[in-house]
């Protein structure tokens, strides 16, 4: 997971820097969502701001993922709120009103403690390199920290949950501040659509009713994802990449058939969700940040706790229909 300074520079809005609130718990916790006005909203901030990181944790507690709990006020936020609002049955128009923070206001502090574990401690690795060849020498792709297993855990970018804990080593046994986005949203799904222009999954049961909602990546102009409707295939967790040139992509040098090995920062995150159109699927992402922001190879790229929880209310038959 990249820095904020890095996220901020693939906006293609000017960023107009405000002074902003000090990220601490108690500010998030008795952040009003009210002060979140249509202005400030167009105008974000580069700097995490307790009212959105709020906003945000509403949201995906919701079923409406925001992507990374990050503080910035951004094109996923703005879908996630109209989302909200169409699963609400109410004008899907993104605006923070005081019916849309009614419905979203839930008991129980947005920020709360955890203790570190030692089973968090385990399974790291040292680096992720960025070349396939050299991943395809590796035995795992793990987190390469604690900060960043915990990060995914509670949907937070990294540098939000260092923010929180400032002088923190994340070693067990040591409490520190997170996100408490809650449990995943379960359920049937019937049907899916990947929207390619607005960057979207939403996900719909047997009654047409709109289940959740997640930013997405879905493909790019020089690997345009599949046409039409297809259908999931089948789920894989934890998936082995198998990588291939001359079916899939070039990636560097890399002109051989490679395995790339298992892990939440493979090439395809923790999950991969096969659809019947071969090659394309479904799938997690080692940075969850770029969501939305950067092309995929052609398949539909979601964060990994978005990917894992879609997953686990999908079975075979699933209709996914690709929309404009």
Not at 252 to 281: C, H, M, Q, R
Request: net charge negative; with cysteine.
């Amino acid at each position: 997971m990249k820095t904020f300074v890095g996220m901020s520079a693939l906006l293609i809005v000017s960023v107009v820097v405000a002074e902003a609130a000090e990220v601490k718990p108690d500010s998030i916790n008795s952040a009003s969502l009210s002060t979140i006005s249509a202005e400030r909203a167009s105008k974000p901030s580069a700097d995490p701001d307790p009212a959105i990181i709020r906003l945000q944790v509403l949201l995906d507690r919701a079923g409406i993922s925001p992507g990374v709990i990050d503080g910035i006020f951004g094109k996923n936020v703005t879908q996630a709120v109209a989302s909200f609002e169409k699963m609400m049955g109410m004008p899907a128009d993104g605006t923070i009103d005081p019916d849309v923070i009614s419905r979203l206001e839930t008991g129980g502090p947005i920020i709360d403690t955890y203790t570190v574990t030692t089973d968090d401690a385990k399974g790291l690795v040292d680096h992720i390199p960025a070349d396939y060849g050299e991943k395809a020498k590796m035995p795992s792709l793990g987190y390469t920290s604690v900060a960043e297993k915990l990060s995914e855990r509670f949907h937070m970018h990294i540098d939000l949950l260092t923010a929180l804990n400032p002088g923190s080593d994340f070693v067990p046994g040591e409490t520190v501040q997170v996100a408490m986005p809650g449990s995943p949203r379960q359920g049937k799904v019937a049907r899916i659509e990947a929207d390619k222009t607005a960057g979207q999954v939403t996900a719909y049961d047997n009654r047409d009713v709109l289940l959740a909602a997640y930013p997405a990546t879905v493909g790019s102009e020089d690997n345009p994802s599949p046409e039409g409707t297809h259908k999931v295939k089948g789920v894989a967790r934890m998936p082995v990449f198998k990588y291939n040139p001359k079916v899939n992509f070039k990636q560097g040098e890399n002109d051989k058939i490679l395995t790339i090995a298992k892990g939440p920062n493979g090439p395809v995150g923790s999950v991969w969700i096969d659809l019947t159109e071969p090659t394309y699927g479904i799938h997690g992402t080692p940075d969850p940040e770029l969501i939305n922001k950067v092309g995929s190879h052609g398949c539909v790229r979601l964060t990994n706790w978005d990917a894992e929880e879609l997953a686990e209310m999908v079975k075979p038959g699933v209709v996914v229909r690709f929309v404009n």
